[in-house]
């Protein structure tokens, strides 16, 4: 039942008398549509949030990672450095900071190889001169028994020679 003024006399008024099963079902059907209408709303609105958090975020943290991954398997390659993009975002600047590490970290690698390979060479150097002087040292420990006047004159100082030289190696 619906009541309602008609007019602006106190007797104008309208009466309107309905059944409540067939509006009862309509309203339902329209809120019915309306939830439906709804949920596709969300739907839609999650995929389209989704699939931007996805290309926005999740997929380049995931190449950073794989980049760093890969990069953990041998360090010393330069074709392992991550190609940053030209994002101006933070995503972008961790991929410029990662390239930058990584290059750091290739560049001590490779000097340490060359120190190491350095150290290496001077090692051997160092020892087959040593088995060189040793022998030459005990060939002068024989020149103290001969008894000829100027090689016992020369002999102390050549042997002192050796031994500095042994000791510097």
Known sequence: RILGDNGPGPDDFIE???PEAPLRAVM??????????????????????YLALS????????????????FSQN????????????????????????????KQLAQLLLQKNRLAQLGLAVSKINHDLRNMLANVQLLSDNLTSVQDP????????LIASLDRAIAFC
């Open 16 to 18: 309107i008398v309905l």
């Open 28 to 49: 339902v059907r329209h809120g019915l549509n309306i939830l439906g209408l709804s949920i596709i709303i969300s739907l839609i609105t999650a995929a389209l949030v």
């Open 55 to 70: 290309r926005l975020l999740v997929q380049p943290m995931m190449r950073i990672t794989r980049s760093m991954v890969h």
């Open 75 to 102: 360090p010393e390659d330069p074709s392992r450095i991550i190609a940053p993009s030209d994002r101006s975002d933070e995503i972008g600047t961790a991929e410029r900071e990662l390239a930058e590490m990584q």
């Open 150 to 157: 100027r090689v016992q004159r020369f002999a102390p100082k």
